[in-house]
């Protein structure tokens, strides 16, 4: 991607209607919740400025807990195998999991998490995702809440990152290439 060294930004979602849309979820998920035991997971590092604002959209008690991933590389990565880099410090054991993810891309990641969190006995496994990139799916997941759905274009600010540049933007903006 060094195509992107010198690049520009164009930006896709501004900070408003990133917060407007959240604000949106934020109150779909405490209607969906109510009388549960919501337990939101946030995968690192890309989700964590959407975790940050979406737990605050929640009128609900909760938890939350990170977990980071690495996949295993080019070969592996198609078998969607990945690495945990840092596991939840908390059991699963009976809650009712949202998994909050920054980006839905081949959904490979995602895939490997679902089935992993569902092995620890939670109650229930969601997904909210603040952006989908439909086009490059590999694996079938079930989002059941999408901020974003968008063209199949490198994105960045707003927790997501090009080489780990670009996720304090208050923005979701495309990188481009300069030609
Ligand atoms: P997946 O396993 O292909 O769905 O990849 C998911 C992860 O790849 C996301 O959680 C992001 O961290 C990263 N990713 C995918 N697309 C983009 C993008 O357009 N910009 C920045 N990161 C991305």
Do not use: H, W
């Amino acid at each position: 991607m060094s195509e992107f060294t010198n690049s520009s930004l164009k930006v896709l979602f501004s900070a408003a209607q990133v917060q407007e849309r959240i604000q949106e979820m934020g109150a779909r998920i405490t209607r969906d919740y109510q009388g549960k035991s919501l337990a939101l997971v946030c995968v690192l590092k890309g989700a964590s400025l959407f975790t940050a604002d979406l737990m605050r959209a929640i009128d609900l008690p909760l938890t939350v807990d990170f977990i980071a991933v690495s996949s295993y590389g080019a070969a592996s990565k198609s078998s969607g195998e990945v690495r945990i880099l840092k596991d939840l410090d908390t059991s699963l054991k009976g809650r009712d999991v949202l998994v909050v993810e920054d980006i839905v891309d081949t959904g490979l990641t995602l895939n490997y998490l679902l089935d992993n969190f569902r092995r620890r006995d939670a109650a229930s496994v969601q997904v909210a995702a603040l952006l989908d990139k439909p086009e490059r799916r590999l694996a079938t997941v079930d989002v059941a809440y999408i901020g974003f759905t968008i063209p199949n274009e490198f994105v960045v600010g707003y927790g997501l990152d090009y080489a780990e540049r670009y996720r304090n933007l208050p923005f979701v903006a495309i990188l481009q290439p300069n030609d």
